[in-house]
C-alpha cells in the first residue's frame, strides 16, 4: 500500500494493471511501461534530496505521463491524455482529494513543455523523466532540470556519448 498526505493508492498492483489495460503507449520501448518503470526509479534518488515532494504523486506521474502517447515521435497531447486517464482512475484505483488531483494532472500535462517545476513533486516528476533521456542518446541540460539533486554530474550523464540537448520532450 502507498499512502502519502496526499494520496493513498490501497492497492498499487490493481493501479498498475488497470493504467496497462488502458495504455495506448505501454509496449513502446522509448516511451513504454519499462521507461515509466525507469522515471519511478529516478524519482527515488531524487525524493531524499526535494524536502516537501509527495512520493505517491511522483509514483502517479511516473505511472501516467507517457501512458497515453499514439507514437513515439511528435505527440503533443499524450501528456493531457495521460492526465485525463489519471482522472478517469481517480476515485477507483486512487484516492486523493479533488482540489489534490490538479497537481499530478498538470504534471503530466506540462511535462514535455521544458519548463523548470512550480512545486518540490512537480519537479521531481519532470527531472525524473528528463533524466531519462538518455534512453534517446541525450545529456539532459541543466537548464531545464528543476531540483539540485538532479543536476548532479552522477545522475545527469547516464550513458556515454550523449549529446547535450535543449529539449525536454521525453
Given at each position: 500500500?502507498?499512502?502519502?498526505?496526499?494520496?493513498?493508492?490501497?492497492?498499487?498492483?490493481?493501479?498498475?494493471?488497470?493504467?496497462?489495460?488502458?495504455?495506448?503507449?505501454?509496449?513502446?520501448?522509448?516511451?513504454?511501461?519499462?521507461?515509466?518503470?525507469?522515471?519511478?526509479?529516478?524519482?527515488?534518488?531524487?525524493?531524499?534530496?526535494?524536502?516537501?515532494?509527495?512520493?505517491?504523486?511522483?509514483?502517479?506521474?511516473?505511472?501516467?505521463?507517457?501512458?497515453?502517447?499514439?507514437?513515439?515521435?511528435?505527440?503533443?497531447?499524450?501528456?493531457?491524455?495521460?492526465?485525463?486517464?489519471?482522472?478517469?482512475?481517480?476515485?477507483?484505483?486512487?484516492?486523493?482529494?479533488?482540489?489534490?488531483?490538479?497537481?499530478?494532472?498538470?504534471?503530466?500535462?506540462?511535462?514535455?513543455?521544458?519548463?523548470?517545476?512550480?512545486?518540490?513533486?512537480?519537479?521531481?516528476?519532470?527531472?525524473?523523466?528528463?533524466?531519462?533521456?538518455?534512453?534517446?542518446?541525450?545529456?539532459?541540460?541543466?537548464?531545464?532540470?528543476?531540483?539540485?539533486?538532479?543536476?548532479?554530474?552522477?545522475?545527469?550523464?547516464?550513458?556515454?556519448g550523449g549529446k547535450?540537448?535543449?529539449?525536454?520532450?521525453?
Open positions: 500500500m502507498v499512502v502519502s498526505s496526499r494520496v493513498s493508492i490501497p492497492d498499487a498492483a490493481r493501479l498498475v494493471d488497470a493504467v496497462l489495460e488502458r495504455s495506448t503507449g505501454k509496449n513502446s520501448f522509448i516511451h513504454g511501461e519499462s521507461h515509466w518503470q525507469r522515471v519511478a526509479a529516478a524519482s527515488l534518488t531524487l525524493l531524499p534530496e526535494t524536502p516537501g515532494a509527495d512520493p505517491a504523486l511522483v509514483f502517479l506521474f511516473a505511472l501516467f505521463h507517457d501512458s497515453m502517447r499514439l507514437n513515439d515521435n511528435y505527440d503533443p497531447l499524450h501528456g493531457p491524455r495521460g492526465a485525463a486517464l489519471a482522472r478517469e482512475l481517480h476515485g477507483e484505483a486512487f484516492d486523493l482529494e479533488d482540489a489534490e488531483m490538479s497537481l499530478p494532472a498538470f504534471a503530466c500535462e506540462e511535462h514535455t513543455n521544458g519548463g523548470i517545476g512550480p512545486d518540490p513533486t512537480v519537479r521531481v516528476c519532470w527531472d525524473a523523466d528528463r533524466l531519462n533521456l538518455w534512453r534517446v542518446g541525450i545529456i539532459p541540460d541543466p537548464r531545464f532540470l528543476s531540483t539540485e539533486a538532479a543536476r548532479s554530474e552522477e545522475r545527469m550523464v547516464e550513458s556515454p547535450s540537448h535543449d529539449k525536454c520532450g521525453s
